[in-house]
């Protein structure tokens, strides 16, 4: 076979193969969606995660749900608790995204607030955060990030609790919160 008819036979070859590859992209993006998943009570469509999720049993640790319920034991009735507090929650930086990307998805264990009224309204006043310092705490990222919150809650005059891990109850807890009331 002559190199004139080799190359004609090769470009052939890889026209064809490009139009399989053509065909087989465009019956891949034209081809008809599912519906998505609809769940019972929605008003509007529900459409999958990518990912698997699961539903957590709780959102704390079995310390963190026995402090959380020692300390609402112990709190009078004007404070309440928030668990999992994100610092965002308590910490503004207008206008400087990078400051405010410092704190992004960091959160404390809890943040206790005074409930004030004026007038009729009402609103939460942050008084103190608490960590509840368990054994991640002596990993050198997070003594870094605590020295970090540490730093922030100085800087922001909000009073931050840090608690040793631990089993305790209404009383020993109301003696690491009292001075904070």
Same mark, same amino acid.
């Given at each position: 076979?002559?190199?004139?008819?080799?190359?004609?036979? @090769?470009? @052939?070859? +890889?026209?064809?193969?490009?139009?399989?590859?053509?065909?087989?992209?465009?019956?891949?993006?034209?081809?008809?969606? =599912?519906?998505?998943?609809?769940?019972?009570?929605? %008003? !509007?469509?529900?459409?999958?995660?990518?990912?698997?999720?699961?539903? =957590?049993?709780?959102?704390? %640790?079995?310390? !963190?749900?026995?402090?959380?319920?020692?300390?609402?034991?112990?709190?009078?009735?004007?404070? %309440?608790?928030?668990?999992? /507090?994100?610092?965002?929650?308590?910490?503004?930086?207008?206008?400087?995204? +990078? +400051?405010?990307?410092?704190?992004?998805?960091?959160?404390?264990?809890?943040?206790?607030?005074?409930?004030?009224?004026?007038?009729?309204?009402? +609103?939460?006043?942050?008084?103190?955060?608490?960590?509840?310092?368990?054994? %991640?705490?002596?990993?050198?990222?997070? !003594?870094?990030?605590?020295?970090?919150?540490?730093?922030?809650?100085?800087?922001?005059?909000?009073?931050?609790?840090?608690?040793?891990?631990?089993?305790?109850?209404?009383?020993?807890?109301?003696?690491?919160?009292?001075?904070? /009331?």
């Amino acid at each position: 076979m002559p190199p004139d008819e080799i190359f004609r036979m @090769i470009i @052939i070859i +890889a026209a064809c193969f490009a139009g399989v590859l053509l065909l087989v992209w465009l019956m891949v993006k034209l081809r008809p969606r =599912k519906k998505p998943a609809k769940f019972e009570g929605a %008003t !509007e469509e529900w459409i999958a995660p990518d990912y698997t999720y699961n539903l =957590k049993a709780s959102p704390m %640790t079995a310390n !963190e749900s026995r402090f959380y319920f020692a300390l609402r034991d112990v709190l009078p009735d004007h404070y %309440t608790v928030i668990p999992q /507090l994100p610092l965002t929650a308590v910490v503004e930086r207008p206008g400087q995204g +990078a +400051a405010l990307n410092k704190i992004d998805r960091k959160s404390v264990d809890f943040g206790v607030f005074r409930v004030a009224r004026k007038g009729g309204e009402r +609103a939460l006043r942050p008084c103190f955060l608490i960590e509840l310092d368990d054994e %991640t705490h002596s990993l050198s990222y997070r !003594e870094e990030r605590d020295k970090f919150v540490n730093g922030l809650c100085r800087q922001i005059g909000l009073p931050l609790l840090r608690v040793p891990s631990g089993e305790y109850g209404a009383e020993e807890v109301g003696k690491f919160v009292k001075p904070y /009331l």
